[in-house]
């Protein structure tokens, strides 16, 4: 069969010729493959356009490799039921992707990356996104949770998956389709740090779920005891809270439990009702402006709760001075207090093709707002940008933090280990406290008879800081340390001024080589750095003579830097070796 009349109208490139074939009415003639689908209906094609289109096609038709070479059958079993969707991309010049249903487009995109169609892949992966940030039922979010999980590329969707269930909650948590949800799956959600729902609510919502999903009420007590009774904050529970949203369905409790619970909240100096994510005292909030935009003005808009005030973010983008503003209004609640400590942070990331031996441009500003300000604004100025722009604002109202002190007479020494984590010893401190005032609250704790606390972060080094403990840690959180920690040396005898010049050899004798041999803390010493960097002779003697050593006594020494708990690395000391001593070193001398 031949057309009647000529159908190519004006076009003239091969996406405006296979668009208008394809569009026309009757059956699809020239097709030379013929697609069974698991309804038993039938999609014809052509074999060579479906291998323009995808490589996976290219392989099936002509490489004569597979099996799918040289039929004109072929039966598709995973269709899902977007096949036909499918085709009509291949064929279609611009297709549209309103007539596909929110949840169709999971199946659209496991055939786009079965059959390696990027640009529907990326066309899907876009149009998802605005579904789940649009979502008008929002307990659909569970549906689109549960397909982004069986999905192979569903990964990308969970982050926002995650805040937009997290942001309705209260909606989500309260519908049909969450009593329908597996265990494992409401355990999960339960657990998520920003749901805007108070610990009340979790509970009445995890009450709610065992004594839908079992036959008797003594069923759903042992169901949620087992599984959902230690997800809850207790700790945060207000009195207010405990009455209105969990005492209505204490009955799933065990009686000792909710008098635990009882005495907890009614003792507590908390009042009013917080959601989860208001009492979150440290939030990361994120605004991302897509690199297709930064030719004009941006502007965002957020609000966020905290338990003692709440706050307007405004952020701006203006692409002629290349500047990011961001501006912090604050209005207080009344749980406010005047000696609220509130620390904010803004990381700016992006890429600068003009700094090829940068990743990513990184820029941060910390500032530290007093009870009485009201408006706090930030603003940096930008390089070149060849990527989107990531600006991440961190808010931290934490008064009391825990800190880890790594103490120098608990120090864990193991050459094959490269942590000193099982040296460590925490310690809540407040935040407002500087090196000195946490340095004397160790001494009349454990009673030190000479001590010193150092900072350090892995790239700060020292002990004389007058800056707040708050300020030390924000300031390796915004930076993206892996730890930050403290050192503390003891000694039994009064410390020596380091130099700066100088530095601390904390010097450490081994027994005899054996199954199991012990460290033993021989003295500290004060050295000077050696010159030109080069260590000599002296230098190794005296290291092995401070440790006990005897002069005919033949040894080795290893020596590593303390920076951080999470890495440290050991080299053989040796005479003639290049090396630069950090502010705090550790020698072991072994047989």
């Not at 209505?248 to 009702?273: A, H, Q, V, W, Y």
């Not at 109202?397 to 094959?416: A, C, G, S």
């Not at 704790?445 to 700060?460: K, M, N, P, Q």
């Not at 020596?559 to 050991?570: C, D, E, I, T, V």
Request: aromatic share 12%; proline share 3%; charged share 25%.
């Amino acid at each position: 069969l031949v057309m009647s009349m000529d159908w190519r109208g004006t076009a003239n490139s091969l996406s405006e010729l296979a668009d208008k074939f394809y569009s026309q009415p009757g059956k699809l003639l020239y097709s030379d493959v013929t697609f069974v689908l698991s309804d038993g209906s039938e999609v014809q094609a052509h074999k060579l356009i479906l291998a323009w289109v995808s490589p996976v096609f290219e392989m099936e038709f002509y490489s004569g490799e597979w099996v799918e070479h040289g039929r004109e059958r072929l039966e598709i079993v995973d269709d899902r039921g977007v096949f036909r969707y499918f085709i009509c991309y291949v064929y279609s010049q611009n297709y549209d992707l309103s007539s596909v249903a929110d949840l169709q487009l999971w199946d659209l995109l496991y055939l786009a990356n079965k059959y390696l169609v990027k640009q529907l892949q990326m066309m899907v992966e876009e149009r998802l996104v605005n579904c789940l940030k649009t979502c008008q039922h929002k307990p659909d979010l569970l549906n689109h949770w549960q397909r982004s999980k069986e999905n192979i590329l569903g990964d990308q969707f969970i982050p926002l998956l995650k805040d937009e269930i997290e942001l309705f909650a209260e909606e989500v948590f309260s519908s049909e389709e969450f009593f329908s949800l597996a265990r494992e799956e409401v355990e999960e959600m339960l657990k998520f740090e920003n749901l805007r729902l108070t610990e009340g609510q979790i509970f009445q919502s995890a009450a709610g779920w065992c004594l839908r999903n079992n036959q008797s009420e003594r069923e759903a007590e042992v169901e949620f005891q087992r599984v959902f009774q230690n997800v809850i904050h207790y700790e945060v529970l207000t009195s207010a809270d405990f009455i209105q949203n969990l005492l209505p369905n204490s009955n799933i409790l065990e009686r000792e439990m909710l008098k635990k619970i009882t005495k907890l909240c009614f003792e507590s100096d908390r009042s009013g009702i917080f959601t989860r994510y208001t009492q979150q005292p440290v939030k990361n909030i994120l605004t991302f402006f897509p690199q297709n935009d930064l030719h004009q003005i941006l502007k965002n808009t957020s609000q966020h709760s905290f338990v003692n005030f709440q706050v307007e973010i405004q952020t701006d983008f203006y692409p002629n001075q290349k500047k990011i503003e961001c501006e912090l209004n604050f209005v207080e609640t009344a749980a406010h207090r005047p000696d609220d400590v509130v620390r904010m942070g803004m990381v700016i990331k992006y890429l600068d093709k003009s700094r090829p031996f940068l990743k990513d441009q990184i820029i941060t500003e910390i500032q530290k707002k007093s009870s009485s300000v009201r408006k706090v604004k930030m603003c940096k100025m930008l390089s070149q940008m060849d990527s989107d722009l990531n600006v991440k604002l961190v808010i931290d109202t934490r008064r009391v933090v825990p800190i880890q002190v790594i103490r120098q007479d608990l120090l864990h020494l193991d050459f094959e280990s490269n942590a000193y984590g099982r040296s460590t010893m925490p310690v809540s401190v407040d935040t407002t406290m500087d090196i000195f005032q946490v340095s004397e609250l160790l001494k009349d704790e454990h009673g030190f008879a000479f001590h010193r606390l150092w900072y350090l972060d892995g790239l700060v080094i020292c002990s004389d800081i007058e800056d707040e403990v708050g300020h030390l840690l924000f300031r390796n959180t915004i930076h993206g340390g892996l730890g930050c920690n403290f050192f503390l040396e003891v000694s039994r005898e009064p410390l020596k001024m380091i130099l700066p010049s100088h530095f601390l050899c904390m010097i450490y004798m081994q027994d005899k080589a054996g199954p199991d041999p012990t460290i033993q803390f021989a003295k500290n010493m004060v050295m000077k750095q050696p010159e030109q960097m080069r260590i000599d002779d002296i230098f190794v003697r005296a290291i092995k003579y401070a440790s006990g050593a005897k002069y005919e006594e033949r040894v080795d020494i290893k020596f590593s830097a303390l920076k951080s708990s999470h890495s440290r690395f050991w080299r053989v000391l040796s005479e003639g070796d290049t090396a630069f001593f950090e502010k705090l070193c550790v020698f072991v001398v072994y047989p």
